[in-house]
Every structure is written in C-alpha cells, then in structure tokens.
C-alpha cells in the first residue's frame, strides 16, 4: 500500500508542476522561489474553496494520469488489485448547471466606424458553437444591453468565450475585442458582478474596453450526477425486485429531461404600427426571443394592421418561465430594417395549462401586438445510458402503450407519441484533424428538439451509447442524426448526416446508416449504428395531418444558388411535361391516331358523361389508389427509375454546388447584391413550391407513404359514401355555412387548408431521395472502403 500512496504523490506533483491548459483549479500563490510551487495542500484547499466546481476536472486529469502510470508499471508493481467483476457498474457523467447571465454594458469600446463610432453586439460561444448572440446597439461606445440569457452547461472545464463585434450592412462585421468567463472560479448559488477585459489576440497590448455581467452559477435540479447515482442505487439491487426496479427506473427518466415545460405562442395581428415607408405604411415582421431560441415571422406587406396568425414554441428551461423579448421591424429591400418597437412577456406571470389574451403595447413605438400565450407541461424529451432505457423494461413498455391506445385516442390530441433513439457507435469516420483522427459527436434532432451526445476524443470509430427520447408531435417529421467533429476554437466540422422518417422506423431492430452530405444527396465516408422504436396512436397521428406542419426556428437563411435554381427548373418541367403528355394522349384520341383506342374513348366519354353523379370523382382516385398499390405489391411501380433519375441529377451538380458556395463565400456577391437575392430566392422558393407539391401528388398515389396512402383511402372512402348519400346542394350549403361564420366563431383562428396540410406530409422526389438509405456491400467492411476510397 506505501508504493501505492508514493505512485499517487508523484503523480499529483507531476500534474501540479506541469502547466495543463485544461486544468481548471484554481491554485493560490504563495511566496517566492519554491514556496510559490503549488502542492497538494494547497490543491486541497483551492478545491474546498471552489465549492467541488472544479473537483470533475481535477479529478478526471489526476486519475487519468494515475491510470497511465500504474499501467505503464503494472509489471514492476506489487499492488494487489481486485479481480473485475462481471457487470461494470456505469461510471456517473458530467454534473449539468444552468449559467445564469446579465449581459449589462460595456464601456469605451473600440471605434470601428467611420464616425468615431460602433454598432456593436456580442456572442457567447460554448465548446465552438455559438449559444447566445445580443441585439446590436448602433453608434454607440458604451452601450447598455441589459440582457438575459440562461445556458445549460455540462462541463466547467470549457470557459465561455465571449466576442464583441461591430455591425456592418452588407459586409463583413468587425472584431472589436474578445474574452473568457472561466466556469470553474465561479462560486454556485452566487451573483458575480464580473468586469471582462477585452483584447485582440493578434495585439494583446491594445486595450479594446470592457463588458459588465452579472454572473450566476448552479446546479441544475435533477442533474445528470444525481440521476446516475440514482441509476447506481438500482442497478446495485437484485434483478430479483422487478416492480421496485420499474419505479426507480421511472425515476430516473424524469430525472434527465432537460426542459420543465413548453410555452406555445400564437402571433395573431398587430394594431396601428408607425409608418416606416414613403406610402404612409409599412412591411412589418416580428422576431421572438427566449434565451438563445429564436423566432422570426413571416414578413405582412404595406399594412399597418397586419394579420400574421402564427404559431409556434419554445422550450422552458426554468421552472420559473423567462422573459420572452419581441421586437417589430419593417421590413426594406436592399437596405437596414427600420426598428417600430418592442415588448416583453414576463412568463413567471402566467398560469400553467391556461391560454392568455395578451394585448402588448410596443415600447419606443407606437401600436400593439395581440398575442395567444400558453405554458405546459413539458414533453418526454430526455437523454440516459443504454442502461437505463426506459422501453426495455416491461411494466414500463406497457404504460407507454396504454398512454397511446386507441382507447386514448381524443386525449391530448398534441401527444401524438413517442420515439426513442439508441444512438450506439459509428465506424469508419471522416479524419478532420491534422493527426488523422477526429472528435466526433453526435447531435440528434427531431423538429425544433436537439440533443447531442458527448465527445469521443481522437477516435474514427467512437462509441456513444446513449438512449434519446422525444416526445413525437407529428408523426410525418423526420429524425435528423448529424456526427460533428469538435474544435475547441473554431465551429464544429461536419462528419455525416442521415435523415430518417418516423413511419420508416422499424421497432427494435439495430441498423447501420450510410453517412451522407450536407444536403444528403450523396455519400460520405462513414457508418452510423442506431436502433429506434416509435410508439404512435394512428387516430392522433391521422387528425395532426389536417393541421400545420410545425416550423424550425433554427434553419439556415437561403441564398441564391445557381445549381438549386436549375435543379428546381427541371423538377417543375418532368410536371409540366407529364401534363402534357396525358393531353397529347387524350388529343390522339380526337386525331383518331388509333381507331380502336378512340373508339374506347368515345364509349367511355358519352357512358361517363350520361351517368356521372359527384361521388364518381373521389370513387375514381380511390380506384388509383388502389391499382397503384397493387402494381406495388407485385413490383411494377415506376418509384425506383424516378429516385435513381433524381440521385443521377444530383450526383452530376454535387461537385459544382461545392466549387460555387466556396467562390460564393470567397467573393461576398450576394452580399452586395441584396435586392436581386430577395428576387432569385423569391423565384426559386416558388419553383421549389411548384415541383413538391406536384410530385408529392403523385406520391400520394404511389404509395411512397404507405400510412398518408391509406389515410388518403380513408377520406376518399368516407367522402364517397357522403356525396352518394347527401345531396351536392347540401353539401355546398353547409361548406359555405362554416366558411362564413369561421371568423364570429372563432375570432382568433389560424387559417389551414386541410388538403395543403396533408400534401406537406407527402414526401417530394427530392425528399424521397434524401431519407433512401445507402445500399452498403455486406462484403466489405467501413474500414475497408474508406482505404479503398480515392483522395
């Protein structure tokens, strides 16, 4: 035992002396000359002081270098070791913390416009990605943000790194200064009023000002650390206690959620904004804030009293709510929006599970903004261990089963279901790194939920072992699984993506996914291995297709892209030109071309015409419905040539796509031309428009979607018996009944169109193509082709 304790002093001073970037305890000085070489004690007495902030980071290094040590010696040593067991116990993660911080104001900042001024803002960035970016603050020196932002933070060994930037239209913006917030100093529970100065790593003399917090660190309420020793506590008893096991294990999942709840906000009209144009009117928008979630609306042309009617939500983080920040601008071409006003709903104000009116007036404006606010409770959205996943536990399973019964149907008709994802390993990884290696993670997205996994340092084949479970509220999203390589200073790099429908999920079966690009058009080095089970009630699942899809407020603003632009121009002609084919088919008809199809077309024209009654018409599309998903069934179908014409056409474009965003990003064209973008994008978006819905027509029909397939035979069933049953005039009579008193019956709701609503549902050819899994050769192993793969 003495060669044990004089390996772990040798080591603790090895780590002591040498001067590990990453170390994130805090050591006091003390004298001079060897007095001031920090030692155990003084360690000891730092750790106590820090409040065990930095205990997980100190611990980690010294037991690693601990590790590395016995092992290296494990042949001269007489340490008697125990012999493993057969179970490893799971080693507890990274406690989580919620970082709590006041952006108040800086002072004599740097001047980096013409006159003598800056329009500064400021980002936080967290292990290379950003987390929160200010509002800009023009022509001003020492401006005055007074902004909230609330973090969750999973490891104090990485420090905040803050940016100060100046605001620059059309160009790219100037650095004004840098610094870092580091976690590890920072005393939980407390408000830390910090002074951070600002500097230029390239001229570190320059003194570029400073930036004012208030600072608070704690812990979050049902950290990860407490829900692994709680997973400990149970897996430490007997298999034995079956009910007492589903319990803790219950527990444990609600324990690592990581939101409290949703705030679901419906943006309904605006009433007497400022004029902000030449006419007297104005082209306004709203953008939404809470914490780093953002929202933007669509943009209400030359109105003063516009009628946005939107809906989206936000994730709760506190249990307390948060301050959601609105802001009004009007929207010009080609040059700044114009500012109309702000305000601010204080959530902690609000009561849970109850719709609020809200009638805001706007600050530093003129108007107001009516609004439709509601807080619940938060959806099953959680990450665990592969061994504390929820579904393999019987009692457990059959709860979830019975809360989705068709039993169950009309209750909480948002709570479609439930999907959890295993996300066990990857292989044959992209090498990001000068050293051939890469730090890869894995980040999980299904609509506007995202997870991710944690790092695998310096590793092409790392293993994550994680369980993923989010609540499902439209069973027709499509699960997003993206494998980033960490950098510590600079933005994640990309490794591989997959996109996978829900309804293509096949419960409880491990598969391995062919990484993809970026737009998931092609192949990427690299496999991914995942096993999902969905668990969904049809009934739910069949009534949220009548109603808008849910919006991402983290998609990436498009930009004019010439290979997109013809791409979409090619999609819209195979539509048209399929039009035209069918009416030069009926036009041979007339030309008698063929005397006995014409003659059949004749008979079928006057029978059809003479008997036709309306129910004829859903009665016929119902027909090709059905002598489509019989071609289907018997392998006849023409899906196959179209996804490999589709996959041919972005296989030729993919390498001129890449070769023009980089010119694109090198030249800044699009930048200086922001009039013509707003048209190109304008003209694209509609082509895009135009070729989605017509293919996903004929999807519909093709059974690429088995579910909105029989779903469609549902409703063409049900609306042939009515108009066979019902006369037409009655029919039309009602219709315009409901269409007329809509608006008196509800004066606040969001107009849909029903059949638009399940068309979005309907994959496109493009889309079809992008969650196609890749054909992989059982022969050949991910290793194998990445060696066989040409640089």
């Given at each position: ?7 772990r ?13 990453n ?7 003390s ?5 001031n ?5 003084h ?11 930095g205990?997980?980071?100190?611990q980690?290094?010294?037991v ?6 016995l ?34 104001k ?14 500064p ?5 967290m ?14 020196l ?32 100037d650095?004004?200064?840098s ?8 005393e ?10 600002l500097?230029?790593?390239?001229q ?13 660190l ?26 007492h ?15 409290r ?27 939404f ?10 943009t ?47 959530l ?8 609020h ?14 609004l ?13 261990d ?16 019975k809360?989705?019964?068709?039993l169950r ?50 590793n ?17 999203s ?21 996109a ?19 737009a ?22 069949g ?14 603003e ?9 791409q ?5 002609k ?42 004829m ?6 027909l ?49 031309l ?24 004929k ?8 579910f ?6 549902v ?9 066979y049953?019902?006369p037409l005039?009655?029919?039309?009579l ?58």
């Open positions: 035992m003495w060669i044990f304790r004089r390996k002093k040798q080591v603790l001073d090895r780590v002591i002396s040498s001067s590990q970037p170390l994130c305890c805090s050591v006091p000085a004298g001079d000359g060897d007095a070489k920090p030692t155990l004690s360690l000891v007495l730092s750790h106590q002081k820090s409040s065990s902030l205990s997980a980071c100190f980690s290094l010294v690693g270098e601990e590790e590395r040590e092992r290296k010696n494990a042949s001269d040593s007489t340490i008697d070791t125990p012999e493993p067991s057969n179970v490893e116990a799971p080693v507890p993660k990274p406690g989580m913390y919620q970082l709590d911080i006041v952006l108040k800086g002072n004599n900042l740097a001047v980096r416009d013409r006159g003598g001024t800056s329009d803002y400021v980002k936080f960035k292990g290379g990605k950003e987390v929160f970016r200010s509002r800009t603050i023009h022509k001003n020492n401006p005055v943000w007074d902004e909230k932002v609330s973090l969750l933070v999973d490891s104090l060994c990485e420090p905040l790194y803050i940016k100060v930037f100046d605001y620059d239209f059309g160009l790219q913006d650095f004004m200064g610094a870092y917030l580091y976690l590890a100093s920072l939980l529970g407390r408000v830390h009023d910090v002074t951070l100065d500097k230029d790593p390239q570190p003399e320059h003194n570029l000002g400073t930036l004012q917090l208030a600072v608070t704690s812990p979050k309420e049902g950290d990860f650390q407490e829900a692994s020793m709680l997973f400990r506590r149970t897996w430490k008893r007997s298999i034995k206690q079956q009910p096991q589903s319990l803790r294990l219950s527990e444990l999942h609600r324990k690592a959620q990581l939101w709840g949703i705030v679901s906000i419906s943006l309904i009209e605006g009433h007497n904004l400022m004029p902000m144009d030449a006419n007297g009117l104005s082209d306004p928008y709203v953008k804030r809470l914490g780093h979630q953002k929202y933007k609306s669509k209400m042309t030359k109105t003063l009293n516009p009628q946005w009617r939107e809906q989206f939500d936000f994730h709760l983080y506190d249990e307390h709510g948060g301050v959601v920040d609105i802001t009004v601008w009007d929207k010009d071409a080609g040059k700044r929006d114009d500012f109309i006003g702000r305000c601010q709903v204080d902690s104000l609000l009561s849970k599970e109850q719709t009116k809200l009638e805001l007036p706007l600050e530093e404006g003129k108007g107001r903004l009516v439709l606010v509601t807080l619940t409770a938060s959806a099953a959205v959680s990450i665990s592969l061994s504390a996943n929820v579904l393999d536990d019987p009692h457990e399973r059959e709860v979830i089963l809360r989705y019964s068709l149907s009309f209750h909480n008709l948002k709570d479609v279901g439930m999907v959890q994802v295993k996300v066990i390993r990857a292989e044959g990884l992209m090498a990001a790194d000068v050293t051939g290696k890469s730090d890869p993670f894995c980040v999980v997205e299904l609509s506007n939920d995202r997870l991710q996994t944690h790092t695998v340092y310096k092409l084949n790392p293993e994550w072992n994680k369980v993923f479970t989010f609540n499902v509220k439209d069973i027709h499509v699960l997003e699984v993206t494998v980033y390589d960490e950098d510590r200073d600079r933005s994640a790099d990309f490794l591989g993506k997959v996978i429908p829900l309804l293509s999920i096949r419960n409880g079966e491990q598969k391995s996914y062919g990484l993809k690009n970026k998931l058009t092609g192949p990427t080095k690299g496999v991914i291995y995942l096993e999902m089970d969905v668990i969904f009630n049809a009934v739910k699942a009534l949220r297709t009548l109603t808008p899809v849910e919006q991402k407020y983290m998609e990436e498009p930009r004019v892209c010439k290979q997109l632009l013809q979409n121009f090619l999609r819209v195979r539509c048209i030109m399929f039009l035209i084919n069918i009416g030069s088919y009926v036009n041979s008809c007339f030309e008698w071309e063929s005397p006995k199809r014409s003659v059949s077309a004749f008979l079928l024209f006057v029978l059809g015409v003479w008997n036709f009654q309306l129910y018409i859903p009665l016929f599309l119902l090709l419905l059905v002598w489509n998903y019989i071609r289907v069934v018997l392998g006849r179908d023409s899906r196959h040539g179209e996804v490999q014409e589709m996959e041919d056409m972005f296989e030729d474009d993919d390498e001129e796509l890449d070769k023009e965003d980089k010119d694109s990003e090198r030249k800044g064209f699009i930048d200086k922001y009039a013509i973008q707003d048209v190109c994008i304008s003209v694209q978006n509609a082509l895009d428009e135009v070729a989605s819905y017509g293919e996903r027509i999807n519909t029909f093709n059974w690429t979607v088995p909105l397939s029989c779903l469609a035979i409703v063409l069933s049900i609306g042939t018996v009515v108009i049953f019902i005039r009655y029919i039309v009602i219709w315009g009944v409901n269409k007329f008193t809509k608006k008196l019956r509800d004066p606040y709701n969001i107009d849909n169109n029903e059949l638009l609503d399940f068309l979005s549902r309907v994959p496109s050819d493009v889309q079809v193509v992008q969650y196609q899994e890749l054909k992989q050769d059982p022969g050949q192993s991910p290793n194998k082709r990445k060696k066989n793969t040409p640089g």
